[in-house]
């Protein structure tokens, strides 16, 4: 029964996909219906969990496209005008080393890489340690047009037109290029993009397709081309085999050392009021695999925790306490899956490329 189901629901989301295509919005919404029927049911009956999700994420994607159907086509999420510098991104010396050796160099002296230079780089590793911040930091090294894409959102909203709008988007970046503009695209969660899944259909195999054949567009441009593609992961060994070879630079962006964290302790606490008695390094010892986004949420319960106290107790602002800090250690723990550390670890031993 679980096959005969499967098959239903693959068959009318590929009917779906097709009607979507084709403009026929109403015909449509009815064969993503239909599949959400079907899966639905192969919810209830399966007992592999694995095969559950999928099915979980399928009702939630065709609920989703189904919603834009009727609301009408929204566009891409582009943002054009980074603010972050350098100067915002604490540690990461290696990955902003090979950063500026692969952009930030041959855009400056092209007249120095006669056999070209990278236009495909992944950034891989935990969420939280800074990979938009490294991609929207070089825009600005090189003034760049910078387009930022959640590859996720992408496929959800535009399911059958994907490869439409992925195509759309080279075009206008590649014009942008050809004029001496340089240009970033940049594809968060790029796994939900380029890997390969059971239940998937005809639609995101067309992305796919259609993104892999823009990439290989990138290496047939002459030197005065200037459009690279920065892409995201937090779980690269699910990206798909081709993928993988388009990205020439392959960095892995790890969790902040000792040194670091006491930087981003020192850097996200500038603007607070803070006790000469608060030790930076202790803190940072006692935060040992987490991440800079973790480290900077916990100053921000250190902030929340002081601004209550003033604007709920009534009490004098005071300055932050090392007290202060440890309790808010005790209250959050780190964001990171420890487990996956070692997967890391293990991905760049057999694909990085820096």
């Given amino acids: 029964m679980i096959e005969q189901l499967e098959k239903a629901a693959k068959d009318a989301a590929q009917e779906a996909v097709s009607k979507d295509r084709n403009g026929d919005r109403e015909g449509a919404i009815e064969k993503y219906r239909e599949a959400i029927k079907y899966l639905r049911k192969l919810y209830f009956y399966s007992e592999d969990e694995y095969r559950r999700r999928v099915y979980l994420e399928k009702i939630t994607e065709y609920t989703s496209r189904i919603k834009t159907l009727k609301e009408g086509l929204k566009p891409v999420t582009i943002e054009r005008k980074p603010s972050i510098t350098w100067n915002d991104i604490i540690g990461l010396e290696d990955v902003k080393r090979v950063i500026r050796e692969s952009i930030v160099y041959p855009y400056r002296r092209p007249d120095l890489y006669p056999l070209g230079w990278p236009r495909g780089i992944l950034l891989f590793g935990p969420p939280g340690c800074g990979k938009t911040l490294v991609a929207t930091a070089v825009a600005n090294e090189i003034d760049a047009e910078f387009y930022s894409v959640d590859a996720a959102t992408l496929l959800s909203k535009w399911l059958g037109e ?21 240009v970033i695209i940049f594809i968060d969660e790029v796994d939900a993009l380029t890997s390969k899944r059971e239940m998937e259909v005809g639609g995101e195999v067309r992305a796919r ?21 920065l892409a995201a992961t937090n779980k690269p060994w699910e990206l798909d085999e081709p993928f993988i070879r388009r990205f020439q630079k392959r960095i892995y962006v790890k969790l902040p050392g000792l040194q670091e964290r006491i930087k981003l302790f020192k850097y996200y606490c500038r603007r607070l009021k803070v006790s000469p008695e608060v030790d930076f390094e202790k803190l940072a010892m006692e935060t040992e695999y987490y991440s800079a986004e973790d480290i900077y949420l916990l100053c921000v319960d250190v902030q929340n925790k002081l601004a209550k106290e003033v604007l709920e107790l009534n009490l004098p602002q005071r300055e932050a306490t090392f007290q202060d800090f440890l309790e808010a250690l005790n209250n959050r723990k780190t964001s990171i899956i420890l487990e996956n550390l070692r997967r890391y670890e293990e991905w760049a031993n057999r694909y990085k490329a820096i």
Avoid: C, H, W
Wanted: proline letters at 2%.
């Fill in 162 to 182: 994907s490869e439409k709008n992925i195509k759309e988007l080279f075009t206008r970046a590649r014009e942008t290029s050809l004029k001496g503009k340089p």
């Fill in 209 to 229: 397709t259609q993104l892999l054949k823009e990439m290989d567009g990138l290496e047939n441009k002459g030197r005065k081309f200037y459009l690279y593609v």
